[in-house]
């Protein structure tokens, strides 16, 4: 059965920073493109999200003093994990995978973009009322079902699963499309959260070859 032309593809955070060698390297996450290229290919629609932050970001250590990446803190919003600076607006890192290869995609949503709010989801951010307009963009298309790939799949691909699903969207992660930082267990909580958010888990070899 082919996938629904009422299904979308997001793509997520497919940057130079998230691949080894970049300032937040999410260990072989150089290697889902290829597979996410072929993937993208059996969608109608198409949506990748960017991470893209002021440099001065409330979610880098650095504008914190005294602080370390991957600390905690408590900022008005909640816990925020401290960061490497990381997809700064307009630098190499903020760039796509330069094989990332998605020609028919027609939706570019940057997120992270205020200074003093992260945004791990590509829907909410994290003071979970700022809205990046991504539902929305959906509703208008007629879609109903969201597939979500790239990195990290503990952080930014697990947030989207989870707010897909708040948004009354049908949710599914292509698990063997992702991969993950896995900061202090952050890999099997997530699975364990998105079980339980009713998002579905799944390997491409479930999607039409
Ligand atoms: C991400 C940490 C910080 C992600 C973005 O794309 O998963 N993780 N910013
Ligand atoms: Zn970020």
């Not at 629609?45 to 905690?72: K, N």
């Not at 020609?103 to 809205?131: M, V, W």
Request: proline share 7%; charged share 20%.
């Amino acid at each position: 059965m082919p996938i629904s032309p009422r299904a979308a593809l997001l793509v997520i955070d497919v940057q130079n920073d998230f691949i080894p060698g970049g300032q937040l390297p999410v260990p072989e996450g150089d290697l889902v493109v290829p597979l996410i290229n072929r993937l993208a290919r059996q969608f109608k629609h198409v949506v990748v999200s960017q991470d893209w932050h002021p440099s001065g970001h409330i979610s880098f250590a650095s504008s914190h003093p005294g602080r370390q990446p991957f600390e905690l803190i408590e900022l008005p919003y909640g816990a925020q994990t401290l960061w490497p600076e990381h997809c700064v607006q307009d630098t190499d890192g903020a760039q796509f995978h330069p094989e990332l290869d998605l020609p028919h995609a027609q939706l570019i949503i940057r997120k992270g973009c205020n200074l003093g709010i992260d945004s791990y989801s590509a829907f909410l951010e994290a003071d979970r009322s700022t809205t990046t307009g991504l539902s929305g963009y959906l509703r208008e298309r007629g879609i109903d079902t969201v597939y979500m790939v790239g990195l990290a799949l503990d952080f930014c691909v697990m947030f989207s699963a989870l707010d897909a699903r708040a948004a009354g969207f049908n949710a599914f992660v292509v698990l063997d499309a992702c991969r993950a930082i896995d900061l202090d267990g952050s890999l099997a909580a997530a699975i364990i959260r998105m079980q339980e958010a009713g998002v579905g888990l799944i390997q491409s070899s479930d999607l039409p070859a």
